[in-house]
């Protein structure tokens, strides 16, 4: 497979040691030029298409490095008749002169046109990735998704960086999922591809945007039906790896003149497994650690709405999202304990097989004002979530000879960890016409509760006992008041602005209720204010050619699940902690995009965080075997990125799409003692696919994705991982049932 790969992203174009050249120029039937028309060269003897370009703004055209020989060029335009044209080449360069175009008006009673979209647009303000309707997406997921998207990578631990910056927020229709770690996870997990319709990644949001996250926004886009009637989709899907997962979807809505209303169900289940290899060395003392676990699942997810169109120019609508899963997990724990002399030599082996139960319920209501009227809009939302979730784990903890055969100790623990989040948001957009160009200004208000409780027990023999020092509840209470204003405008013919400030005032609090009096801890406030500019220029020379310079400064907020202080034990050598005087992380974000005959789109970027938020590995004060995991910031982070999206129609039944990301990232701090972060990686990644139209009606699609090795949060370098996919679909019943085959490594 390792020679496979390469093979598989590797493509050449073969240079034939012809010097000759065809030129010419299109011409509409009023004389003025036809530009962008699709002009294709063909063989003449077998039809062959050779090549495809498109005229320039002039209408001017040319293919070079031909053979001599006989061809004939195809040129097609909307609203033009097809023209073929008859070439022959003999020892000297062919210059066609002006070509005239006729008008091909008729008149029809229906016309239905249609059209596929590319697999990823390219916009001003953000790049979307369609999955609708790719085959390779069939049985797939939302985070399994996101590894093949343009610029994302998602490492070895479900960690999700874009353009190589951490700190992404995560959205879904629009929405924030206040949601994190293993939870994060969870949810994307039980989202299947067949539920979506795009993911939007906004890499440098403006001031419209909240300013949370790093990285920018990923926005995960669910499919809507708007055909007027009454429709309908059921789709499923079963996979076969190591473990079986199935999924059924059903949706349906019903549309009139007046009224919209529209509802869908989801359910799916399986068993996933994922295993880590650690390797620690600390205090003299070498671990070797395996940890495999298995996640059985079960899910369900529905949404109901409706909208009510009160007039041409206003609209009310209503949204009810809902999900709730169900989690069993084994894990099987192996760390070999040995002297860092000789690491080699085992002193004991302790065995850690948790058992863990976990209960996901989420439900979010939304309701929404639309005014529209020529260049004026108001958007007025009101939102409240709340996701709980319930936790069990059972820890024994069993200390081995290194042969296995005897019994050292028994440690027995269990906890539980319920958390329960309740979000309330209302916000409001206006847009209009002013100053030459368009104004907009909002304001949002959003409130972010969250109970998190931690109950530890030990099992000294068969009955639980309540562990006082080690339980504990924390609560997050977190405000943000937001405004903003932006300005849009034409400069010149050929250049663009956008000028937007973001203003940001955050109140929040955690307070640390301890079990036991002497561990109780102050409560921690937190007030400030942020102003977040952004700007973007784009200049067009001719529509060929596109450059856009943006500029944003962004914030990344700890959350709950980094700001408890208390432990979390993984094994009873493995504890996490969080760290409730973490600073905000703070990014100046600078992007510069090209696009080419609007297909071909490469950017760089620069961006510099200050107070990184990464975790940090140390050992335990009361064990010097056992480490933890804690929350620190680092100074600072540079990223230095590349992407290029690149589509090519290498004959009229292979189109084929490259994906290029690369970065460099520098990671410093210093926490005195010699306590030194200076770590510098290169990171890259490639994702490729190719759809083949097939005969008798069959189309095929291969995709893969290669992830170079690379560094996450500031200290953790990851190894590379990749993925190859082959897909195969055909449609019956007059293309009202798609069935799809897919095959995934």
């Known amino acids: ?118 697999l990823v647009e390219v916009k001003p303000d953000k790049t979307s990735f369609n999955v609708e309707g790719t085959i390779n997406s069939a049985g797939d997921n939302a985070l399994g998704l996101l590894k093949k998207a343009p610029g994302v990578v998602v490492d070895n631990n479900d960690n999700i960086t874009v353009l190589g910056r951490t700190g992404v927020q995560i959205y879904v229709d629009g929405k924030q999922l206040p949601l994190g770690g293993d939870e994060l996870t969870a949810y994307l997990e039980n989202l299947t591809a067949e539920q979506i319709n795009r993911i939007d990644i906004i890499s440098n949001p403006g001031a419209k945007y909240d300013a949370e996250g790093n990285a920018g926004i990923i926005d995960i886009r669910l499919k809507k039906d708007k055909n007027t009637g009454t429709n309908g989709t059921v789709s499923g899907s079963i996979s076969k790896g190591r473990f079986f997962t199935e999924n059924l979807n059903i949706s349906g809505n019903h549309r009139t003149k007046k009224f919209n209303v529209y509802a869908g169900a989801g359910g799916n289940m399986g068993t996933r497994f994922h295993e880590m290899h650690f390797t620690s060395t600390q205090n003299g003392i070498a671990m070797q650690e395996i940890n495999y676990t298995e996640n059985s699942y079960k899910g369900l997810n529905f949404k109901f709405g409706a909208d009510y169109f009160i007039n041409k120019n206003n609209t009310i609508g209503f949204l009810i999202n809902g ?45 929404n004002y639309v005014f529209n009227k020529k260049n004026t809009s108001l958007n007025i939302d009101l939102d409240y979530g709340q996701y709980n979730n319930v936790g069990h784990t059972f820890q024994p903890n069993t ?113 640390l209720t301890a079990f036991l009096p002497e561990l109780q801890e102050e409560p921690i406030d937190l007030n400030y204010l942020d102003w977040f500019p952004s700007i973007r220029f784009t200049y067009s020379k001719n529509p060929m050619h596109t450059i856009a310079l943006n500029y944003g400064r962004r914030i990344n907020r700890p959350d709950y699940n ?150 996450w949060g500031g200290v953790f370098l990851y190894e590379p991982n990749w993925s190859l996919n082959l897909g195969l679909q055909k449609k019956f019943f007059d293309k009202r049932m798609n069935v799809k085959l897919s095959a995934n490594d």
Do not use: C
């Open 323 to 367: 999900a709730g899963f169900d989690r069993e997990s084994r894990g099987d724990n192996n760390i070999d304990i040995a002297s860092a002399v000789n690491p080699t030599q085992i002193d004991s082996i302790l065995i850690a097989n948790n058992l863990g139960e976990r209960e996901n319920r989420n439900n979010t209501y939304n309701l």
């Open 1 to 118: 497979m390792k020679y496979i790969l390469p093979l598989f992203f590797l493509f050449s174009f073969i240079q034939s040691n012809a010097q000759f050249t065809i030129t010419g120029k299109l011409l509409a039937p009023d004389n003025t030029a036809v530009a962008f028309a699709n002009v294709l060269l063909h063989n003449a003897a077998d039809s062959a298409m050779i090549k495809v370009e498109m005229s320039d703004v002039n209408g001017a055209f040319q293919f070079r490095n031909l053979d001599a020989k006989s061809y004939f060029i195809a040129v097609s335009y909307i609203g033009l008749k097809d023209k073929n044209i008859p070439v022959e080449i003999t020892n000297a360069d062919v210059a066609l002169g002006d070509i005239s175009m006729q008008d091909n008006s008729v008149e029809l009673e229906t016309a239905t046109v249609t059209s596929k979209r590319a």
């Open 562 to 711: 980094v700001l408890n202080p208390f432990k979390e034990q993984l094994s009873e050598l493995s504890f996490s902690r969080g760290n409730a005087f973490l600073n905000p992380e703070k990014v100046n974000n600078v992007e510069l995009g090209y696009t080419f005959a609007f297909r071909y789109n490469f950017k760089i970027s620069y961006s510099q965080t200050l107070d990184q938020i990464t975790r940090l590995i140390g050992p335990d004060d009361s064990d010097p075997r056992a480490s933890f995991i804690s929350w620190d910031n680092l100074a600072t982070q540079d990223v230095y990125a590349a992407n290029a999206s690149l589509p090519f129609a290498f004959k009229p039944w292979w189109n084929a799409f490259f994906n290029i990301s690369g970065s460099f990232i520098n990671n410093q701090a210093d926490y005195g003692e010699g306590a030194v972060v200076d770590v510098q990686a290169w990171s890259y990644s490639i994702f490729s696919q190719h759809t083949f139209t097939l005969p008798k009606g069959f189309t095929g699609e291969v995709s893969g994705y290669y992830s170079g090795p690379g560094v």
């Open 399 to 511: 200390y081995y000879s290194p042969d296995r055969m005897n019994i050292f100790s028994v440690v027995n623990t269990e906890y539980d960890t319920p958390v329960d989040i309740k979000i309330y948001t209302a916000k409001a957009d206006y847009e209009m016409e002013a100053l030459g160009g368009t104004i907009g200004v909002g304001t949002k208000f959003s409130n972010v509760v969250t109970d998190n409780t931690f109950l530890f027990y030990d099992i000294p023999n068969e009955d639980p006992v309540l562990d006082d020092s080690r339980s504990n509840q924390f609560v997050y209470d977190e405000k943000v008041y937001a405004a903003y204003i932006n300005y849009a405008r034409s400069l010149t013919r050929t250049l663009k602005m956008s000028a937007g400030l973001r203003a940001e005032q955050t109140d929040s609090r955690g307070d």
